[in-house]
């Protein structure tokens, strides 16, 4: 196990070292590849630009399950003093896909290792492109889930140490979707504002007329929430625009609450601004539904992890999102957090993970998907 702990951990250096964006991670696709040519682990000739799905065949009869392995990285520049920090500028892996890709190789090795014992067959999908919130969809076009019967998902956390892990039923992550909206007013000189419509005041009362969804609209006991997050307008100090572009996010737990949400947000624009003499033009743009863990997944996933020496923590309540939750459209599936030791967020420059984790966690995922668990 020494010799496949020091070999994880290379691999690991290796990926934090060359992060690569959404739809862009070749060389992470062909490092990933090369080590799992050399091992003898079989991969599937789907033709995707970046990306690919490794199997393992067992030599028992049973179920075909999939683990999910996000690669992608982040337009960050990193900020830690790691020895083996970022070479690509303004990109990190601040989101711990570098730990995802390693852990999941290493699964991959230990199931091979062990194909004996394994039951049915093991897909491990090294999926493009999760910070889009649609990547999943690229696997989705493919057929490689036809077979499938239930997949297993896990994300890096760094609100618990190493050696635990957050597992509970039911929702896990939020829906995320995402919003434009346009006002279009009457440009005008910034001394005469009588002489046109002010699309930045409008914008300004639109903002503040949107949260009243959150707190009037939605059950006070479904988490949701609502931000805008770039406002957009004018070229100078002295002259009102003609124009002004608000955009955020809306995060739901609940799907009656989505639905709810895009209705509620193209009213309230389209009125508000109309209050004001000017026009609202809303571009509603959904992304990946929420996470919903199934139970007999969630209870037979806490006691793998018990039986490989895990502590099971509650798992951290987050209105984040995954497009994991694509999969789960189709099949049965379960999102685990792995505590990478207690530290800065995810997303933040500073972001790291323990490389110590990456055995165990491999070990852990091995052991899961040794066996069937529907």
């Not at 009037?216 to 006991?221: E, I, P, S």
């Not at 039986?307 to 509650?314: C, R």
């Not at 459209?329 to 967020?345: A, D, F, L, R, S």
């Amino acid at each position: 196990m020494r010799d496949l702990e020091k070999e994880l951990k290379e691999a690991f250096y290796w990926f934090h070292r060359h992060p690569e964006l959404s739809y862009e991670e070749y060389r992470t696709t062909k490092e990933i590849r090369e080590i799992l040519t050399r091992h003898g682990i079989e991969i599937l000739p789907y033709e995707l630009q970046t990306g690919l799905v490794a199997v393992i065949r067992g030599e028992k009869e049973g179920t075909v399950r999939a683990l999910r392995c996000d690669i992608d990285a982040l337009p960050i520049t990193e900020e830690t003093e790691l020895a083996y920090v970022s070479e690509e500028s303004g990109k990190m892996h601040a989101c711990g896909h570098d730990m995802h890709i390693t852990a999941g190789i290493g699964c991959a090795i230990l199931l091979q290792e062990r194909r004996k014992e394994l039951q049915g067959c093991v897909k491990i999908i090294f999926q493009p492109a999760e910070e889009t919130s649609l990547g999943a969809l690229k696997i989705l076009e493919t057929d490689v889930m036809d077979d499938v019967g239930c997949i297993w998902g896990f994300h890096a956390d760094p609100t618990n140490e190493a050696g635990t892990i957050g597992i509970r039923e039911g929702y896990v992550t939020a829906a995320v979707d995402r919003f434009i909206i346009t006002v279009k007013g009457i440009g005008c000189h910034g001394a005469h504002p009588d002489g046109g419509i002010d699309p930045v005041v409008t914008s300004a009362a639109i903002i503040q007329a949107l949260q009243s969804i959150v707190s009037r609209n939605v059950n006070a006991f479904h988490p949701s929430l609502l931000s805008v997050t770039r406002v957009s307008a004018g070229t100078t100090w002295n002259v009102i625009p003609a124009e002004a572009v608000l955009e955020g996010t809306v995060r739901t737990m609940e799907r009656e609450d989505r639905i709810l949400y895009e209705r509620r947000l193209q009213e309230i624009a389209e009125k508000t601004a109309q209050a004001y003499g000017a026009e609202a033009q809303v571009e509603w743009i959904p992304g990946s539904p929420a996470t919903i863990n199934n139970k007999k997944m969630a209870d037979f996933c806490a006691q793998m992890a018990e039986k490989t020496g895990l502590s099971i923590v509650p798992e951290e309540h987050s209105l984040g999102a995954d497009d994991f939750s694509f999969y789960e459209e189709h099949i049965p599936g379960c999102y685990m957090k792995i505590g990478t030791g207690v530290g800065h967020p995810i997303h933040h420059p500073a972001f790291c993970v323990n490389p110590e984790v990456l055995l165990p966690t491999a070990e852990f995922l091995a052991e899961l998907l040794i066996t069937p668990a529907m």
